[in-house]
C-alpha cells in the first residue's frame, strides 16, 4: 500500500468473530466497509490511493455472502498481491459455529442445512486461510480476547515488530488451532496426583515448585530455551508479526500453566518483546 495507507481483508467462516474484528479496527482508527459488491472493489482501492481524502486506513470485510466464494477469493488475492493488503482470516469448531447460529438464529449464507452449510463454507475459503497474515481460531476466545489479539496484531504491524503468545492447555481438550508451536509436557510428574494439589493450578506457588522440582523439567527448559533462543530471530528476519507457542499437559492446569508461565517470563525479560500469556483450560 502506497504511502502511509493501509488496506486490510476480514474474512473467514459466517460466526467465526468477524463483526468484532471489525468493530475492533474501527477503534484502531480504521474506516470498515462490510460485504461491498465485489465489482465495486477495485475502484474503491483506487480512489483510496490515488486522491486526497480521510481514508487512510481501510478495512473490508469479504466472505461467503458475496455469493460467487471463488471470485471473491481471487479479489482477496489481488488485493494482497497488488496492494499488499493483509489478510486476516477468523475461524471456529464446527460445534461452535453451530452453537453461535442457533444462539443468534441466523440464517448460514450458504443455506437452510447448517452443518452442511458450515462444512461448504470452510472448505471453499481453505485457500485464503493458507496466505493469510493472521489467523485465529476464535473456538475458545470471548468477545474481549478476540479484541487483544486483533489489537496486538495490529499494534505490532505499527511498530514492525514481534509479539508472542504462550498459551497453556489440556491436551483432552484438543490442540489450540492457532499454535505455531506445540510442546508436549505430559512426561513431568503430575501434581495431578498428589492429594493437597490437585484443585490447586499451576498459577499457585506449591504447584509450580513441584513441577520445577522434577530433574526432567530443568532439562526441558534448558533445551526449549536453546531452540526459541534459535527460532526467534530468525522468525523476526522473515517477517513474522505473531507467534503463538503452545505447551499442553493432560488437562492444562497444572504442569502446562507453570512452564508457560516461566517461558513466558523469561522471553519478555530475554528478548525484550511483548510476550502475552494465556491459559485455555485452568479453569476447565
Not at 466497509?33 to 481501510?58: A, G, Q, S, T
Not at 485464503?128 to 489467523?135: E, N, P, Q, T, W
Not at 517477517?239 to 497444572?254: A, N, P
Request: proline share 2%.
Amino acid at each position: 500500500m502506497e504511502g502511509d495507507k493501509s488496506l486490510v481483508v476480514l474474512t473467514g467462516l459466517s460466526g467465526g468473530g468477524k463483526s468484532v474484528a471489525a468493530a475492533t479496527l474501527e477503534d484502531l482508527g480504521f474506516y470498515t466497509i462490510d460485504n461491498l459488491p465485489l465489482r465495486l472493489l477495485d475502484k474503491f482501492v483506487e480512489l483510496m490511493l490515488m486522491y486526497e481524502n480521510e481514508l487512510n486506513k481501510v478495512a473490508l470485510v469479504i466472505d461467503s455472502r458475496s455469493k460467487d466464494i471463488a471470485a471473491a477469493v481471487e479479489k482477496i488475492k489481488i488485493l494482497q498481491e497488488k496492494y499488499a493488503a493483509k489478510v486476516v482470516y477468523l475461524h471456529a469448531a464446527d460445534d461452535v459455529l453451530i452453537r453461535r447460529f442457533k444462539e443468534t438464529r441466523r440464517k448460514h449464507p450458504m443455506g437452510d442445512n447448517l452443518t452442511d452449510a458450515i462444512h461448504s463454507e470452510r472448505e471453499k475459503l481453505c485457500p485464503i486461510r493458507d496466505y493469510a497474515d493472521l489467523v485465529i481460531d476464535t473456538s475458545t476466545l470471548n468477545v474481549h480476547e478476540l479484541k487483544r489479539r486483533v489489537e496486538d496484531f495490529f499494534s505490532v504491524e505499527m511498530q514492525s515488530g514481534l509479539i508472542i503468545t504462550v498459551q497453556s492447555f489440556g491436551f483432552k481438550y484438543g490442540l489450540p488451532q492457532d499454535s505455531d508451536l506445540v510442546f508436549d509436557v505430559r512426561f513431568l510428574k503430575n501434581p495431578y496426583f498428589v492429594d493437597e494439589l490437585r484443585e490447586k493450578t499451576g498459577l499457585e506457588q506449591a504447584v509450580s515448585d513441584y513441577v520445577f522440582s522434577d530433574h526432567a523439567t530443568k532439562q526441558f527448559l534448558f533445551k526449549l530455551k536453546g531452540l526459541l533462543g534459535f527460532l526467534i530471530p530468525h522468525y523476526i528476519r522473515e517477517g513474522k508479526k505473531f507467534l503463538t507457542v503452545s505447551i499442553g499437559c493432560t488437562g492444562g492446569r497444572h504442569r502446562s500453566v507453570a512452564i508457560s508461565e516461566f517461558i513466558a517470563k523469561y522471553l519478555e525479560n530475554k528478548a525484550k518483546i511483548k510476550v502475552n500469556i494465556r491459559h485455555r483450560d485452568v479453569n476447565r
